[in-house]
């Protein structure tokens, strides 16, 4: 059974910076994609940014582009969203997401929860103003 654990979240003031984490665990077949998304109260879950496992291919929304980093280190199984520049807007629960090899995906679907097949608990950020 595969499972994603977020962590690294906290507390933070405008400008500063976190580094979420999200181990993946129980994998039998190869992941392709991995993301990262997050929703605020009263909102929709929105994603912020995707890596593929082959070759590393990163995508952001432009909501975080130039202030968020996605990375792996695929002998870990880990994928990390650095973030710099926090505002008080990226307030939100942050939620790993992952597809496997064997899902048809599209790059339409990129930051659609519906072409993720494991998601993980989630983790708070909350960024001050």
């Known amino acids: 059974q595969v499972q994603l654990v977020e962590s690294g979240g906290g507390s933070v003031q405008a400008g500063g910076s976190l580094r979420l984490s999200c181990a993946a665990s129980?994998?039998?077949?190869?992941?392709?994609?991995t993301a990262w998304f997050r929703q605020a109260p009263g909102k929709e879950r929105e994603g912020v940014a995707a890596i593929y496992r082959r070759g590393g291919n990163a995508i952001y929304a432009d909501s975080v582009k130039g202030r968020f980093t996605i990375s792996q280190d695929n002998a870990q199984n880990v994928v990390y969203l650095q973030m710099n520049s926090l505002r008080p807007e990226d307030t939100a629960m942050y939620y790993c997401?992952?597809?496997?090899?064997?899902?048809?995906?599209?790059?339409?679907?990129?930051?659609?929860?519906?072409?993720?097949?494991?998601w993980g608990q989630g983790t708070q950020v909350t960024v001050s103003s």
């Open positions: 129980g994998y039998t077949e190869t992941r392709k994609r």
């Open positions: 997401a992952a597809v496997p090899d064997s899902i048809m995906t599209t790059a339409r679907g990129t930051f659609e929860s519906a072409e993720y097949i494991y």
